[in-house]
Nanobody, 114 residues
Framework: QVQLVESGGALVQPGGSLRLSCVAS?????MSWHRQAPDKERELVAS???????TYRDSVRGRFTISRDHAKNAVFLQMNTLKPEDTAVYYC???????????WGQGTQVTVSS
């Protein structure tokens, strides 16, 4: 079983910044960040392929940046100019082509409030 562990969630003021980290137990081909606010469906925030191509949802483009460190089996999400609407549990997700499976992390809470 592949394990993903997120960290970096915190309470931050509007306009502030946070950097989330996710470390996998083995190399994964595609990795992404998702979030889920109370009473809302989980939504894709950003994704990155092994080759470096990225996607962002419109509401975070220009504020958030996804990056990877393949040597560490890690993916990061730099979040700037945070807004209250960014408040959610953020989850890391990864795909293993060799195993043919998707994996989810346990989530980390991000709260943006004054």
């Amino acid at each position: 079983q592949v394990q993903l562990v997120e960290s970096g969630g915190a309470l931050v003021q509007p306009g502030g910044s946070l950097r989330l980290s996710c470390v996998a137990s083995e190399s994964l081909d595609a990795m992404s960040w998702h979030r889920q606010a109370p009473d809302k469906e989980r939504e894709l925030v950003a994704s990155m392929s092994r080759g470096g191509s990225t996607t962002y949802r419109d509401s975070v483009r220009g504020r958030f940046t996804i990056s990877r460190d393949h040597a560490k089996n890690a993916v990061f999400l730099q979040m700037n100019t945070l807004k209250p609407e960014d408040t959610a549990v953020y989850y890391c997700k990864g795909y293993s082509a060799s195993r043919g499976s998707w994996y989810w992390g346990q989530g980390t809470q991000v709260t943006v409030s004054s």
